[in-house]
């Protein structure tokens, strides 16, 4: 797999985790049950993050670079804690990458 289609993957994964969760933030889905989705999402974008970098970096693509200030923010939003406009703002500043 190519490092363009990792970071289009790498996008989409990270654009339907934050659908998914502002989605969860207003009340249009209750997740107490699939509390499991949000999470399994941020692990395939970190994931997808990770390789996409990786792949950029061995076929010397700097489109690749774009990505990285988006580590940053994947790598700490664990630590961000529960609560919902921290969480926003760590998630949302991996967004312009």
């Known amino acids: 797999m190519n490092s363009r289609a990792l970071i289009t993957a790498a996008a989409v994964s990270y654009l339907s985790n934050g659908v998914f969760g502002a989605a969860v933030a ?3 889905i209750d997740n107490r049950r699939i509390r499991w989705v ?9 994931s997808l993050t990770t390789v996409a970098l990786a792949a950029s970096v061995i076929e010397r693509r700097a489109a690749g670079l774009a990505l990285l200030p988006a580590a940053g923010p994947l790598a700490v939003l664990p630590y961000a804690g529960g609560e919902l406009r921290r969480h926003a703002a760590v998630a949302g500043s991996a967004a312009p990458a």
């Open 26 to 28: 207003v009340g249009a």
């Open 38 to 46: 949000h999470h399994a999402l941020y692990v395939v974008t970190s």
